[in-house]
């Protein structure tokens, strides 16, 4: 499976198959910041909210706020435990910070054995 998803996302990330897609590698690297953007627009000035949301738009966000490249949000990606946390932070002159990437602590201890990363 894990050759098989690498082959998938490559191909998926290259941009010469587009028309395949319902959705361009472009288009999901605009359509996660665009999610970003909507969620904090809810928020108030102090206001913390939760999304909850895939790996990979987790680490395309990831490679807007970093400035990655493809295969560095790839590599990102690949690594995300399931049901980690990752903070984005706002400063007062609204840049955004990503904070927390992937923080998977609460499965320390007898949570262990819950962790999985497919």
């Known amino acids: 499976f894990a050759q ?10 290259h941009g010469a198959h587009d028309a395949d897609y319902c959705e361009s590698w472009q288009a999901f ?14 928020a108030g000035p102090k206001e913390t909210i939760a999304v909850v949301t895939s790996g990979g738009v987790i680490s395309v966000i ?6 990655l490249d493809n295969r560095a949000t790839q590599q990102i990606n690949w ?6 946390v990752s903070i984005v932070r706002q400063t007062s002159e609204g840049q955004r910070l990503l904070t927390s990437l992937n923080d998977y602590g ?4 007898e949570q262990d054995a819950l ?3 497919r």
């Open 62 to 67: 990831a490679q807007a706020l970093l400035g």
């Open 106 to 109: 609460h499965f320390r201890g």
């Open 79 to 84: 690594t995300l435990a399931n049901a980690g």
């Open 4 to 13: 098989m998803f690498r082959q998938a996302i490559e191909r998926w990330t």
């Open 29 to 42: 690297q605009q359509r996660a910041p665009d999610a970003l953007n909507a969620a904090f627009a809810l």
């Open 115 to 117: 962790l999985s990363f």
